[in-house]
């Protein structure tokens, strides 16, 4: 098993280390990482400036650009060669609801779903790593669970397979306190709270975007309820925008104005 490893919080946080120290124990893994930290950076690219690869003391290669940039990078030459599996995080806070929208631990993830490659995105629910152990355990549990099949389908004994993208929030709780997995949906927050300005030192207004706002829907069945109750939420995530519901109501706005366009 070859696995990528990715995050969005740089190459020297917490929970990248522990989950590679977690991993290397089941597989062949490597980490191509955000040189920074590049939170809510999403699937960005950086097209119009130059990037570089550097090797850290431990080995892990890290970029001066964003999550998705790391992953790009890697499968598209740096590695030489194609891994069974890319792995995010695991993140310094939740990314539950409308996080996966922006997160850039989701974006390094569903960066290797989009070249075809299973993709799993770890967070923690709550800032400053308590727990980053259990969490990198639970992480390589899951793990685990799935190489059979990832490894059935590297030998070809499952030649046809869809790729799959997992959005995974761990609870920072001791072992003995987390209650188990649930797969859950994704829930929703409020709105943002307010932006915060400040005065530079020239005078000038700052603006700072401010935090995330609270859950709004975050009934059972949902990645917030399972999280606030002890468990390790499993969401699988697509990348289709599509809204289906509402194609026929726009397939008859189109015929309209096909109809005033007639001639």
Not at 142 to 166: D, K, N, Y
């Amino acid at each position: 098993m070859k696995i990528l490893i990715c995050n969005d919080d740089g190459y020297q946080a917490s929970g990248i280390v522990a989950l590679y120290e977690a991993l290397k124990a089941v597989a062949d893994v490597e980490v191509v990482a955000p040189e920074q930290n590049n939170s809510a950076k999403s699937n960005a690219l950086t097209l119009h400036s130059p990037m570089y690869v550097q090797t850290a003391a431990n080995g892990f290669r890290y970029i001066n650009g964003t999550p998705a940039d790391c992953v790009h990078i890697a499968l598209t030459g740096l590695l030489g060669y194609r891994p069974d599996l890319v792995v995010s995080g695991i993140n310094n806070g939740a990314n539950m609801g409308d996080d996966t929208i922006y997160s850039g631990t989701v974006g390094a993830a569903m960066e290797g779903y989009l070249f075809g490659i299973p993709a799993i995105a770890f967070s923690q629910t709550e800032k400053g790593w308590a727990h980053i152990d259990v969490a990198a355990r639970r992480a390589c549990d899951l793990v685990q669970q799935l190489i059979p099949s990832l490894e059935a389908v590297a030998h070809g004994v499952q030649p046809t397979f869809a790729p799959w993208l997992l959005n995974v929030n761990i609870p920072n709780l001791p072992d003995d306190q987390i209650q188990g997995v649930k797969v859950a949906r994704l829930g929703r927050r409020h709105a943002a709270e307010r932006v915060i300005t400040q005065t530079s030192p020239r005078g000038e207004v700052m603006y700072w975007i401010g935090g995330a706002g609270p859950a709004k829907e975050a009934g059972e069945g949902t990645d917030f309820y399972a999280t606030s109750n002890g468990y390790v939420s499993i969401t699988p995530l697509q990348v289709d925008l599509t809204d289906h519901e509402r194609l026929p109501f726009w397939a008859q706005t189109a015929a309209k104005l096909a109809q005033g366009t007639e001639k």
